[in-house]
């Protein structure tokens, strides 16, 4: 399948980059079960930037590991759902299917690129590496087109980071040469997950700007991982609300700000100021996360939540909004009418 089919009346219809639908995961553990994925369902359309937040453990990383199947195999086990990238079918594609998939129609940005670059090689050598194996460029049209990379992303002397080791660059510029990498094949879909929680505040946005611009020039989807609302709001068009491995809510991002329906959502914007910087800790949510080897049943978020009703021992369905089923949330409470303070007195 080709990302964009057109339909009879020749109006470009947009097929979703990644598809996941429903996927539920468990990691076996001694005498229990970490249920860490329980009904995930998400897509991002060609161009888009689209957000996941939620606390930690609430089960981003591993949807996004398990996108690229880089879990380990045989740590977890698939219990059902679905998962495709460009139609393919990522839970079962063989190895060598999945090496042509990463790096060339996805790339995944992490959070701190020092693990992702070799501390030994210079990043010459390593951009090399990468666009060589992937391209069938000589050497020469291959460095010329790292050059060209490192100067698309606003690198003032691209030779002099070519020569560098990666300990030799700044937080903020391995993260640019990370993402002049994850440009490099020109990938349909950018995973990044936290790509910028381990820079200061000025960089991060500096980042997330060439992130963003990169992205709309070339029509990139991007799903964009992160536990800063700051960043969601600023950056993402669209976002879905991860809570014990499934999405409370989603929707277009201005909207979910301005309407929070899940409690949840309503918590993590609770103490967000109008302007709210970057890099703030949001998480202010009393309770803690449920242990995802005993969750209670029904809803999840029902012992930290202030509207919890009887019918929450039931677990919520994740309900439409609105006719186009865009905007959505998993609330007994919330899905009928507007959180008030009063609505539940
Ligand atoms: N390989 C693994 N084995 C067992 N549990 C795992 C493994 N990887 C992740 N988990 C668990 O899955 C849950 C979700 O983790 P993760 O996706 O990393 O959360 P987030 O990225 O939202 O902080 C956590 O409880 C984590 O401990
Ligand atoms: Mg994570």
Redesign the pocket.
């Known amino acids: 399948m080709t990302m964009q089919s057109q339909s009879m009346s020749n109006r470009v219809v947009q097929v979703p980059v990644p598809i996941i639908d429903d996927l539920c995961i468990e990691f076996p553990a001694y005498k229990s079960t970490v249920k860490a994925l329980n009904g995930v369902s998400l897509h991002v359309n060609p161009g888009e930037i689209v957000g996941v937040i939620g606390e930690?453990g609430s089960g981003?990383?591993v949807t996004?590991m398990l996108s690229l199947r880089l879990l380990p195999e045989r740590s977890y086990l698939v219990k059902s759902g679905s998962l495709s990238i460009l139609g393919r079918d990522m839970l079962a594609a063989r190895e060598k299917d999945l090496l042509k998939v990463r790096g060339r129609d996805v790339a995944m940005i992490f959070q701190e690129p020092m693990t992702a670059l070799n501390p030994t090689r210079r990043i010459g050598r390593q951009m090399l590496d990468v666009i060589i194996h992937h391209q069938h460029l000589s050497k020469a049209q291959a460095h010329a087109k790292a050059i060209a990379l490192l100067r698309d992303m606003h690198i003032a002397d691209p030779e002099q980071v070519m020569e560098s080791y990666p300990f030799e660059l700044s937080g903020g510029m391995r993260q640019r040469v990370m993402i002049a990498l994850a440009f490099s094949c020109d990938p349909q879909l950018l995973i990044a997950?936290?790509p910028t929680t381990a820079l200061d505040v000025t960089v991060q946005r500096q980042v997330l700007l060439l992130l963003r611009e990169k992205a709309r020039e070339r029509g990139t989807a991007i799903l964009l991982?992160t536990h800063d609302m700051a960043l969601v709001s600023q950056f993402c068009d669209r976002v879905y609300v991860m809570y014990t491995g499934a999405v409370v809510e989603q929707g277009m991002t201005a909207e979910v700000m301005a309407d929070p329906r899940h409690p949840y959502t309503k918590g993590l914007l609770s103490g967000l100021p109008e302007q709210v910087e970057p890099g703030t800790d949001l998480m202010t949510i009393p309770g803690q996360v449920p242990n995802l080897s005993a969750l209670p049943d029904g809803c999840t978020f029902r012992d930290r939540c202030a509207y919890a009703l009887p019918k929450c021992l039931e677990r919520p369905p994740l309900i439409a909004l609105d006719a186009f089923g865009d905007r959505k949330s998993a609330c007994w409470v919330s899905t009928c009418e507007p959180l008030g303070q009063e609505s539940l007195a």
């Open positions: 930690s981003k990383s996004a997950d936290e991982i």
